[in-house]
């Protein structure tokens, strides 16, 4: 019936035109086929209802690889039913034009599926799944799992009892699908234990989906008599490419591989994962060589393990062995839903059947499973804090800035103001802006975690009442300069009397206050004043910079002046006591030859003083005469 | 199948069916109600596993006794000395009694929604009565906030009773002012700020005044005394030289005066002068006359 899935489209041709003439075979088969489509629709259903209660992609992933299966399903039983009513060339374009319609639909579905993959992988979301819903995942891929490995079981009866080589190996086809849903299961079980690999998954389901899309889009084609012979090459080549890729096509390596399944497979029996993977592959190079490797290998292994049994055949004698294994280990994994884990950090609380049991510390704890217990993990490290009069964000990762200046609007740092919160009254009756942090730890975990709702909340609303409180009394002044220590202090021993009278279950360790300033608008002249403040030492500074200058210039030329009138009177002495001498000196000369020395004297001076110098003579008859002279230099 | 596999089935979903239906889990911070076709039958006060009838016989209500905590919005009023001030308080409170509740208010909504009222009113009450010094003082002893939180926490206590509500606290979260006080205060903040610097600057001016005509006035000191001194210096040397001359030259006075007149001839001619002798004086005469 899976067509696309052999290579024998002779055969398969032949078995066709067979059933045009063997009614009661064409019956039969068609009776299969509706049973094995319903068991897919259902499979579909309940793999889809099984991604809307737990979200998870690979689960949607399968609901998708089931709807691929059953719509190539469709395919060729339409093809089936069309050949045995319409003429052989209408009948062809039908199913053409069917199969293509379907491969659209089938690789938009991959298209999208790939990508979803891809961004799981890209953006990987923390373990969203509770506990609860993986448990709830993993029973229900196990009974899908028990679904397909029973669809697949029952195909290959039918086509043995029929002799269809299209229901062998769509039973072939089937076996994979279920071990492509064993790899699902086992991803989910990963998942229980913490381990998210989803995206791989995800992202080889939709490949095997594209491939089945890829296969229909050729075989659509085929139908119509254009491209029947392209159909044919590529198929050949794709086959072809396959045997390059895929290691136990050769002789020589089917040994090695065999060999150390074998060995693998007889240590652990329960373990799939090889045949998982080998699954997966064929699934991707939807090839009957590949699958008939599958097939052989599958035989030839079983064969020697179980006396000539088939692993399905096996698998389906010992059927209640199987269940109550599968039954025990689910059960395993929902009791052991029950653990949790409590870092060095935080403090734990057991709750079993709502009632709270225990109080554990670091490690690994027990409670009841859900639904009838429960755990509740608090971080009890001593840092805890709540803020007043602004909000950290704890995801910045953008640059703050230099400096947290007063009037900084903080829209560009991690801190939100709230200003409702932090401006208040101060005891002057003046406003200012105050932003507190407590911190605190946690006395009472049970009081703390669950007999308060939002402590922390109520814990901000008292410090905010507590701090304009204490705030009230203090003038403006105290509190921006001297009062912030014992301010804080107050605070702290306000807040704690409080909390003896509402019991939250904390104490506060301390209290800061983070940023105490005016209000924003009366920043500006709060540096007013600092700036004259400045101003005046500058106008000081300047008039004792003059007095600096006056004072040492005027007591240089009081100095100069003294020692000029030192000098003057030294001078005066000096030159009086030389006159004098000199006055002697020549008085006792002349007075020795007083009449001679008078005359050379006289006569010197004449002499030294008319010499060279014009010199009229006036006739001395003339009374009243007066001359003038130019001076003939001028 | 076999009877004993049958026999497990069987039981695994008779007690998933009595599991959901006849039991019921009491958490730790809540009550359990049973109700019987809406009338409440039991109170399950204490957290815990515990049996019922199947549901539309048994229903179960579950309440948040938890505490909690309810911040009305704020509000304006108006205190004695006529001011607007904004008050926002917050109340602290758990439900004790299930049924008293659910008989007379029914749901979280109407609980806030009363809770809110009486804050409103009691509020409204108390700031009516007290002074905005009564809030905010600088002196500690004179602030009545404490008292008033005491005074609120016990009129919702008692109020609250008949809804089978605790109240645990009531403490007012802030006082505020409405926007336009805020910004008289601001106004008036910033009027003393520019006090303060405006007496900063005055008293820069005269502290620089004083300086300059402390300076000036010692430098003209300094200038002065060093003037008085050297005047002193050069009248002493004046006399002293007087003296010197006063005692010298009365030795010869015949000499002086006539060295005097030499000097005074020295001083008087220089080069540009033209001497005009008459053709009878003395100087042509002895030159001509040969030295007699």
């Not at chain 1, 004698?317 to 294994?325: E, G, L, R, S, T």
């Not at chain 1, 949790?340 to 403090?347: A, F, I, M």
């Not at chain 2, 026999?7 to 109700?35: H, P």
């Not at chain 2, 053709?279 to 005469?285: F, G, Q, T």
Request: proline letters at 3%; glycine letters at 4%.
């Amino acid at each position: 019936m899976h067509a696309p899935n052999t290579h024998n489209e002779e055969e398969l041709q032949a078995e066709l035109e067979s059933l045009k003439n063997d009614v009661g075979r064409y019956k039969t088969l068609v009776k299969s086929s509706f049973i094995v489509m319903s068991i897919d629709i259902f499979e579909l259903a309940f793999e889809y209802l099984l991604f809307l209660y737990t979200g998870s992609l690979v689960i949607l992933a399968d609901a998708l690889h089931s709807l691929g299966d059953f719509l190539v399903s469709l395919s060729v039983f339409f093809s089936i039913t069309i050949n045995r009513h319409f003429d052989n060339r209408v009948a062809k374009h039908a199913e053409g034009i069917v199969s293509l319609l379907i491969a659209a639909f089938i690789l938009y579905g991959s298209w999208r599926l790939f990508f979803a993959g891809i961004d799981s992988f890209l953006n990987p979301v923390a373990n969203d799944m509770s506990q609860e819903k993986t448990v709830v995942a993993i029973v229900g891929v196990t009974v899908a799992c028990i679904m397909t490995f029973l669809s697949s079981r029952f195909k290959r009866k039918v086509g043995e009892k029929n002799n269809s080589i299209a229901f062998e190996s769509e039973a072939a086809h089937s076996f994979s699908d279920f071990l492509t849903t064993l790899g699902v299961l086992f991803t989910i079980v990963l998942r229980y234990f913490g381990v998210n690999l989803d995206w791989i998954m995800t992202i080889l389901i939709s490949l095997i989906i594209f491939a089945i899309g890829f296969h229909l889009v050729l075989k659509g084609f085929s139908y119509f008599q254009k491209y029947s012979s392209t159909y044919k090459r590529v198929s050949l080549f794709t086959s072809k490419c396959a045997k390059l890729f895929i290691p136990f096509d050769t002789h020589h390596a089917h040994h090695g591989i065999e060999r150390s399944i074998r060995s693998f497979v007889s240590s652990i029996r329960w373990v799939l994962l090889d045949k998982i993977i080998i699954g997966l592959f064929c699934q991707i190079w939807p090839l009957s060589y590949v699958y008939k490797k599958l097939i052989l290998l599958q035989k030839d292994i079983h064969k020697s393990l179980h006396e000539g049994i088939h692993l399905d055949e096996y698998l389906f004698i010992h059927k209640w062995k199987v269940v109550q294994v599968v039954v025990i280990l689910e059960l395993l994994l929902y009791l052991g839903t029950g653990f949790y884990t409590v870092s060095s950090n935080e403090t734990g609380i057991t709750l079993n059947l709502g009632k709270a049991t225990a109080i554990t510390t670091a490690g690994f704890h027990y409670h009841l499973p859900p639904p009838f217990g429960d755990c509740k993990v608090i971080n009890t490290q001593s840092g805890k804090r709540v803020e007043s009069g602004f909000r950290t964000d704890w995801n910045w990762n953008k640059k703050e800035p230099e400096a947290y200046l007063w009037e900084y609007s903080h829209s560009n740092s991690p801190y939100s103001k709230n200003f409702d919160e932090s401006v208040t009254l101060t005891g002057d009756e003046n406003l200012i802006d105050a932003n507190v942090v407590a911190y605190f730890t946690i006395t009472d975990t049970v009081q703390y975690a669950l007999s308060v709702k939002d402590p922390d909340e109520m814990l901000r609303s008292l410090l905010t009442s507590r701090v304009h409180e204490t705030l009230g009394h203090y003038p403006l002044d105290t509190i921006l300069t001297i009062g912030r220590g014992f301010i804080e202090e107050e605070i702290k021993t306000d807040i704690n009397n409080y909390l003896s009278q509402l019991p939250i279950g904390v104490t506060v360790d301390k209290v800061h206050m983070q940023e105490m300033h005016p209000p924003v608008d009366v920043i500006p002249k709060y540096r007013g004043v600092a700036s004259a403040r400045e101003k005046k030492s500058r106008i000081i500074h300047r008039a004792s910079a003059y007095a600096n200058n006056t004072i040492p210039r005027a007591r240089g030329k009081a100095e100069a002046e003294k020692l000029k009138a030192q000098g003057f009177a030294l001078e005066k002495v000096i030159i009086a006591k030389g006159d004098a001498e000199y006055f002697l000196k020549r008085n006792n000369a002349f007075n020795k030859s007083k009449a001679t020395n008078k005359t050379r004297m006289r006569w010197n001076a004449v002499r030294n003083n008319l010499k060279g110098k014009p010199i009229h003579v006036v006739p001395s008859k003339s009374k009243r005469r007066v001359y003038t002279f130019e001076n003939p230099k001028r | 199948m076999k009877f004993i596999h049958k026999a497990i089935l069987m039981t695994i979903v008779l007690a998933i069916l009595g599991y959901n239906f006849c039991t019921v889990i009491i958490n730790q911070g809540e009550i359990g109600v049973v109700l019987n076709f809406g009338k409440p039958v039991r109170f399950l006060m204490e957290p815990g596993l515990f049996f019922k009838l199947p549901d539309p016989l048994h229903s179960v209500t579950r309440i948040d006794s938890r505490l909690m905590m309810l911040q009305p919005r704020a509000s304006e009023f108006l205190t004695k000395d006529k001011k607007n001030i904004i008050q926002e308080s917050s109340i602290c409170y758990k439900i004790i009694d299930p049924l008293l509740y659910l008989k007379t208010l029914q749901s979280p909504e109407a609980l806030e929604r009363r809770l809110t009222d009486m804050m409103y009113s009691h509020s409204g009450q108390l700031l009516g009565l007290s002074e905005l010094s009564d809030l905010v003082n600088v002196d500690k002893e004179k602030m009545k906030l404490d008292a008033m939180n005491t005074a609120l926490t016990k009129e919702l206590k008692d109020e609250t009773k008949q809804y089978g509500i605790h109240v645990e606290n009531v403490f007012i979260k802030r006082i505020s002012l409405p926007q336009q006080n805020k910004s008289a205060v601001y106004e008036r903040m910033r009027a003393e700020r520019d006090r303060i610097a405006k007496k900063y600057l005055a008293e820069g001016e005269e502290i620089a005044l004083r300086i300059r005509a402390k300076a000036d006035k010692e430098s003209r000191e300094i200038i002065a005394s060093a003037q008085k001194e050297s005047s002193i210096l050069r009248g002493n040397a004046e006399a002293e030289a007087m003296r010197i001359y006063g005692e010298t030259y009365p030795k010869n006075p015949d000499f002086y005066s006539f060295m005097k007149s030499l000097e005074t001839y020295k001083t008087i001619f220089d080069e540009n002068s033209v001497i005009i002798l008459d053709e009878k004086s003395p100087i042509l005469k002895t030159l001509f006359s040969g030295g007699k």
